[in-house]
């Protein structure tokens, strides 16, 4: 299985971005029409940038719980593939700072079965300079 965004690190403007899923056999042929699902669950984490160790990106006036969607949830196409979107998650208001994004995805088998993959990216909430400033100023 593969997730991939064009984005390393994925950002409000990465919503509107198609990701791409793929997925094959052990041996490597396609995953042809087998129903997938991505679980997308997003976790404020503390971040500093290489650099700026002084400075503090995550607003301590603000809280975030853990939220989590489906974000994809069909069959592949005949190669295996599907585009994925982040659209469901366009709902996220203004969180502290930079989130864990942990994509846990599924390839269900014609028997039923499913085999599992995670894959971590993190999430950026885009500050705005104005707020950083402020951060800054006050210490």
């Not at 029409?33 to 940038?49: E, G, R």
């Not at 989130?99 to 971590?120: C, H, I, Q």
Request: aromatic share 10%.
């Amino acid at each position: 299985m593969d997730i991939r965004f064009d984005d390393k690190v994925l950002t409000t403007n990465s919503l509107h971005k198609p990701g791409f899923l793929k997925s094959s056999w052990l041996h490597g042929t396609a995953a042809s029409n087998l129903k997938a699902t991505v679980n997308l669950k997003l976790c404020p984490i503390q971040y500093t940038f290489k650099g700026h160790d002084k400075y503090q990106f995550t607003d301590p006036t603000k809280t975030f719980n853990p939220i989590e969607n489906i974000i994809f949830d069909a069959p592949l196409d005949s190669n295996g593939e599907a585009p994925i979107s982040l659209q469901s998650m366009s709902n996220i208001h203004s969180p502290p700072g930079m989130l864990n994004a942990v994509f846990t995805t599924r390839v269900f088998e014609y028997g039923g079965d499913s085999v599992r993959m995670f894959l971590k990216f993190h999430f950026l909430r885009l500050m705005s300079i104005r707020a950083l400033t402020s951060q800054a100023q006050m210490e």
